[in-house]
């Protein structure tokens, strides 16, 4: 698969860097080239839901950056991008330990300890210049091992404390057994070799990791990384949303549990804050945003989501719709043809805005996705 100047295989991408050290549910990477030959070589470019940032990391090397912003709500994610930026060194050595399923269950208990995690996600959100690499490596480090969602969700207040909640953190409680198969994930993933063939493992993954973040650090050198509310970077003047010649928004919200008929739509509990009320009014709200934007000259926008959210009434604006296929991942392992992941990995869709380029091009990812 080709991304500009970037080699890249789906499943080992070899010596190419630009993708996040972790595994990203929902992530993006496979229609990356799709989503940027219908934006363009855009002025302004802003990823309010950034996650694993694949939009942005994987922008075209015949494209010029000028002002590009990523943002989450998630102290965490966004403070691994703004560690990754400044000292990728520091966080790739918090990140550089083996898979161990007691420091899973320690690592996240100190990470959501209750006023630590609360001062860290105030302090990101006051402080454009402050981040935490210790966090960022150790958030990076679990991430890449722990099986299922909501990771570092809830709190911890010591052992006993019925104020503890979430996944691993109440008395007695061990966390999620840490994932064991194949090859391992993100930091985890056996990889060649690039030291010195005379160091030992831990030494040797240590160069690879550090490369690979070193990597991750000169693609982001200039972009800005935000933290909070999705349209503190998509309606401020901060963002020269309206004096940009052409702007690109890559909008990849969170997606509903049910959809607009009131079925299932999706398994509940991915998100750190998955709660159906909250996510159904983020949807709609991304969606009003959309209609407002979408016929303004020079706003490229591209939507993400499920078939049946809703988002189809933005085709009445001459948005159009691009379906395509994910590869399934944990749904694979089952053998029901109607379990829920197996469904939603066909009902991924991402709607252009009207001013976006029209490439000519109608199909599928379907049949790609097949093969």
């Given at each position: 698969?080709?991304?500009?100047?970037f080699?890249?295989?789906?499943?080992?991408?070899?010596?190419?860097?630009?993708r996040?050290?972790?595994?990203?549910?929902?992530?993006?990477f496979?229609?990356?080239?799709?989503v940027?030959s219908?934006?363009?070589?855009?002025?302004?470019?802003i990823?309010?839901?950034c996650?694993?940032a694949?939009?942005?990391?994987l922008?075209?090397a015949?494209?010029?950056?000028?002002?590009e912003?990523?943002?989450?709500?998630?102290?965490?994610?966004?403070?691994?991008?703004?560690?990754?930026?400044?000292?990728?060194?520091?966080?790739?050595?918090?990140?550089?330990w083996?898979?161990?399923?007691?420091?899973l269950?320690a690592?996240?208990?100190?990470?959501?300890?209750a006023?630590r995690k609360?001062?860290h996600?105030?302090?990101?959100?006051?402080?454009?210049e402050?981040f935490?690499?210790?966090?960022?490596?150790?958030?990076c480090w679990?991430?890449?091992?722990?099986?299922g969602?909501?990771?570092?969700?809830?709190?911890?207040?010591?052992?006993?404390?019925?104020e503890s909640?979430?996944?691993g953190?109440?008395?007695?409680?061990?966390?999620?057994?840490p994932?064991?198969g194949?090859?391992?994930?993100?930091v985890?993933?056996q990889?060649?070799?690039?030291?010195?063939?005379?160091?030992?493992?831990?030494?040797?993954?240590?160069?690879?990791?550090?490369?690979?973040?070193?990597?991750?650090?000169?693609?982001?050198?200039?972009?800005?990384v935000?933290?909070?509310?999705?349209?503190?970077?998509?309606d401020?003047?901060?963002?020269?949303?309206s004096?940009?010649?052409t702007?690109?928004?890559?909008?990849?919200?969170?997606?509903?549990?049910?959809?607009?008929?009131g079925r299932?739509?999706?398994?509940?509990?991915?998100?750190?804050?998955?709660?159906?009320?909250?996510v159904?009014?983020?949807?709609?709200?991304?969606?009003?945003?959309c209609a407002?934007?979408?016929?303004?000259?020079?706003?490229?926008i591209?939507?993400?989501?499920?078939?049946?959210e809703?988002?189809?009434v933005?085709?009445?604006?001459?948005w159009?719709?691009?379906a395509w296929?994910?590869?399934?991942g944990?749904?694979?392992?089952?053998d029901d043809p109607?379990?829920?992941?197996?469904i939603?990995?066909?009902?991924?869709?991402?709607?252009?805005?009207?001013?976006?380029?029209d490439?000519?091009?109608?199909r599928t990812?379907?049949?790609e996705?097949?093969v």
């Amino acid at each position: 698969m080709t991304r500009g100047a970037f080699q890249i295989a789906e499943e080992d991408f070899g010596h190419d860097w630009l993708r996040a050290p972790f595994p990203a549910f929902g992530g993006k990477f496979r229609v990356a080239d799709l989503v940027w030959s219908r934006i363009g070589d855009v002025d302004n470019w802003i990823e309010p839901f950034c996650f694993s940032a694949s939009a942005t990391l994987l922008r075209p090397a015949s494209h010029v950056p000028r002002m590009e912003t990523i943002n989450d709500a998630c102290a965490f994610v966004s403070n691994f991008w703004r560690a990754t930026a400044r000292d990728p060194d520091a966080v790739a050595e918090w990140c550089n330990w083996p898979v161990n399923e007691a420091d899973l269950e320690a690592r996240h208990k100190w990470l959501v300890t209750a006023a630590r995690k609360r001062e860290h996600a105030e302090r990101m959100r006051d402080d454009p210049e402050y981040f935490d690499a210790k966090i960022a490596g150790w958030w990076c480090w679990g991430l890449a091992q722990w099986i299922g969602g909501a990771w570092c969700a809830g709190e911890w207040n010591g052992r006993g404390n019925p104020e503890s909640r979430g996944t691993g953190t109440h008395a007695g409680d061990c966390a999620k057994r840490p994932h064991l198969g194949g090859a391992g994930k993100g930091v985890h993933r056996q990889r060649p070799h690039l030291g010195d063939a005379g160091q030992g493992e831990e030494a040797r993954r240590g160069d690879v990791i550090r490369k690979w973040f070193q990597s991750l650090r000169d693609r982001l050198r200039n972009v800005r990384v935000a933290c909070g509310d999705w349209r503190r970077v998509c309606d401020s003047d901060a963002t020269t949303l309206s004096h940009s010649l052409t702007c690109g928004v890559f909008l990849d919200p969170p997606y509903s549990k049910t959809t607009v008929e009131g079925r299932r739509n999706r398994d509940g509990n991915i998100y750190v804050n998955d709660r159906d009320q909250d996510v159904c009014a983020l949807v709609r709200d991304v969606r009003e945003w959309c209609a407002k934007w979408g016929a303004v000259p020079g706003m490229r926008i591209a939507l993400c989501g499920y078939e049946g959210e809703g988002h189809e009434v933005l085709e009445k604006r001459g948005w159009t719709c691009f379906a395509w296929k994910t590869s399934g991942g944990y749904a694979n392992q089952s053998d029901d043809p109607d379990a829920q992941g197996k469904i939603n990995a066909r009902r991924e869709r991402i709607w252009f805005s009207p001013q976006c380029i029209d490439t000519g091009s109608h199909r599928t990812l379907f049949e790609e996705a097949e093969v």
